[in-house]
């Protein structure tokens, strides 16, 4: 079975830090991985999208960045963290491979940047 | 691109049905989600439709409407778990993106 693994589960980091979030998927081949944020209260807001290695889509200008150095891996990253960057990280990954095309969501990061 | 519109929130009585409704504008459409989110947790999903008509999984129902551009989740006899967010998100033909609404916060009183 396919499972997702993200962490860390908190985190607390000042202004102006580095960040690197983390995220895995197993049990599937070339899935279609998504950061998503979502601010409290309020709804999911697609970050970045990847469909392959090295492939990303960034969908809102920002400081932040991604990386997917493996089939199975995919990275959040900011150099300098702005107190806006606060809120709850989520990271999915979807396959057509099943026959559903549902998004299955990793336990989420929730940031707080002081 | 995209614009996915849900009421904010919505109150509702233990044992009771609601129906939360979602409208979308897509320019390439492949199929709407249905998520719940309880506080501080992930999404799960929930259903999914692709194809006009009702979809239903137990207390809980998914409708589609592909010329309306509009779906709605029916949840049946209401428990108090059933408080929590429910977002609705719709997946983009071309680009194979998954979209998200802003959500709707459901409070079930007993």
């Known amino acids: 079975s396919q499972t997702i693994h993200q962490w860390p589960a908190t985190l607390v980091q000042p202004v102006g830090s580095p960040l690197s979030l983390e995220c895995t998927v197993e049990g599937t081949s070339n899935p279609n991985l998504y950061w998503y944020r979502q601010a409290a209260g309020r709804g999911l807001q697609l970050l970045f999208y990847s469909v392959g290695i090295g492939q990303i889509s960034s969908e809102v200008p920002q400081n932040l960045s991604a990386s997917r150095p493996q089939d199975r891996q995919f990275i959040l990253s900011s150099k300098k963290l702005l107190l806006s960057d606060s809120g709850f990280y989520l990271c999915?990954?979807?396959?057509?491979?099943?026959?559903?095309?549902?998004?299955?969501f990793g336990q989420g990061t929730r940031l707080t940047v002081v | 691109g995209q614009n996915i519109d849900q009421p904010t929130e919505m109150t509702a009585t233990e044992g009771a049905i609601v129906q939360i409704n979602c409208t979308y504008q897509t320019s390439g459409f492949n199929g709407l989600f249905w998520y719940q989110q309880h506080a501080g947790e992930a999404p799960t999903f929930l259903s999914y439709?692709?194809?006009?008509g009702l979809e239903e999984k137990g207390r809980f129902s998914s409708f589609l409407s592909r010329s309306k551009g509009y779906s709605y989740l029916l949840l049946k006899e209401l428990q108090m778990k059933d408080s929590a967010s429910y977002l609705c998100a719709v997946r983009d033909v071309n680009t194979d993106k998954l979209i998200f609404g802003t959500g709707t916060r459901l409070q079930v009183f007993p």
């Open positions: 999915a990954w979807s396959t057509l491979l099943t026959g559903n095309t549902e998004a299955f």
């Open positions: 439709n692709v194809l006009d």
